[in-house]
């Protein structure tokens, strides 16, 4: 009897929390953080992640990938990992340049 009465609690405060929550506006926020965690890396961003200037070359680049990309799968976490990658898909899209067939 007492664990009905509390799961009916529970899912009272639950209801409740979502009714406060879309008052206030924080769903839509939550919402808003989320798409904003999910849009593409910026240049800025891939350089930082792989530790380059504008200056350096594809070379280079590729390199230093390598490199943060195996220790990861070693020693390291997939997240960082997955952010090593990312930065290096960004750059190929700024580094590749389109090809001229006659």
């Given at each position: 009897m007492g664990?009905a ?5 529970v899912?009272?405060?639950?209801r409740q ?6 008052k206030?506006g ?11 965690a ?10 930082q992640?792989?530790g380059?200037s504008e ?10 990938y390598d490199?943060?990309f195996?220790r990861?799968?070693?020693n390291?976490?997939?997240?960082l990992?997955s952010k090593?990658?990312r930065?290096?898909?960004c750059l190929e899209?700024v ?5 001229v067939?006659?």
């Open positions: 664990g009465v509390v799961g009916r609690a899912i009272q405060a639950y929390a979502i009714v406060n929550a879309n206030t924080a769903a839509q926020e939550a919402i808003n953080g989320i798409r904003r999910s849009k593409v890396m910026t240049e800025q961003e891939a350089r992640i792989l380059i200056q350096s070359t594809w070379e280079e680049i590729v390199q230093k490199t943060m195996e990861n799968a070693k390291g976490s997939f997240y990992q090593v990658h930065a290096k898909e899209a580094y590749q340049k389109p090809d067939t006659n």
